[in-house]
């Protein structure tokens, strides 16, 4: 699992003995396993044969994922649904551990294009999402899940965990979040909960736009996000 983890944090091919070098792991023992996942087709050469990487029997493992989970399978539809409808960036955001990840993305049709790119794990108080994933929780809780320097914004601003969960609770009230520059000066994203038969956050469906967008359009796009999470969340009672 920790093979996997580095990889994905990578994004990249890596060397075997380099493998074990971040574990701090015995070579041989990395090798061992590396050559397994080799032979499954978990795993791949890479790049001049001395690197690694996630091989086709991982594509094929995600292909069965999405066909099973309706919220994903479905989700992507939504993402691109309202990406063409509206022009702007849209976003699939699900929890994975203690961070989220944008599960699936249709970037805007103008030059100005923000957000995240897909898979790459965020700290859960960076945007509108992440507030509703913990908006069930109480402070202890809350402070027990996130990490201290979760709360430290990129640009060194610290968010208040209290105020921080008071902000989530409004938000699953409200059924709406938009939050404007957290991690970017220039967007603003707008997000609506994906949620279980007891009113838990599976998912959230976003839109990332600019933040000079006036009022008047925050308001259509939230009405359209609101509609897309009512019908994911009852697609989720179904799966």
């Known amino acids: 699992?920790?093979?996997?983890?580095?990889?994905?944090?990578?994004?990249?091919?890596?060397?075997?003995?380099?493998?074990?070098r971040r574990l701090k792991a015995p070579r041989s023992t990395?090798?061992?396993?590396?050559?397994?996942?080799?032979?499954?087709?978990i795993l791949e050469y890479a790049g001049d044969g001395s690197e690694v990487?996630?091989?086709?029997?991982?594509?094929?493992?995600?292909?069965?994922?999405?066909?099973?989970?309706a919220i994903v399978r479905l989700g992507h539809e939504e993402v691109r649904r309202l990406a063409t409808l509206t022009g702007e960036t849209v976003q699939l955001c699900m929890p994975v551990g203690n961070k989220y990840a944008v599960v699936?993305?249709?970037?805007s049709a103008r030059l100005f294009?923000?957000?995240?790119?897909?898979?790459?794990?965020?700290?859960i108080p960076w945007t509108a999402s992440g507030r509703f994933f913990v908006a069930h929780?109480?402070?202890?809780?809350?402070?027990?899940?996130?990490?201290?320097?979760?709360f430290r914004l990129q640009d060194g601003r610290s968010l208040d965990p209290r105020k921080f969960?008071?902000?989530?609770?409004?938000?699953?009230?409200?059924?709406v979040c938009t939050i404007a520059g957290l991690i970017d000066d220039y967007a603003t994203c707008i997000a609506a909960p994906v949620v279980d038969h007891k009113g838990h956050c599976l998912a959230c469906i976003c839109f990332i736009v600019s933040s000079a967008t006036g009022r008047k359009r925050l308001a259509e796009l939230s009405s359209l996000l609101t509609a897309s999470a009512r019908?994911?969340?009852?697609v989720s009672e179904e799966d």
């Open 137 to 150: 929780m109480s402070l202890a809780e809350l402070r027990a899940f996130i990490p201290p320097e979760d």
């Open 113 to 123: 294009r923000i957000g995240s790119d897909v898979g790459v794990l965020v700290p």
């Open 231 to 234: 019908h994911l969340s009852a």
């Open 165 to 175: 969960l008071a902000e989530a609770r409004a938000a699953r009230e409200a059924g």
């Open 53 to 69: 990487f996630f091989g086709r029997a991982i594509y094929l493992y995600a292909n069965d994922y999405n066909a099973t989970h």
């Open 30 to 41: 990395i090798y061992e396993i590396v050559n397994l996942f080799l032979a499954a087709d």
């Open 104 to 107: 699936a993305m249709q970037n």
């Open 1 to 20: 699992m920790e093979i996997f983890q580095l990889l994905h944090a990578l994004r990249k091919p890596i060397a075997i003995g380099e493998i074990a």
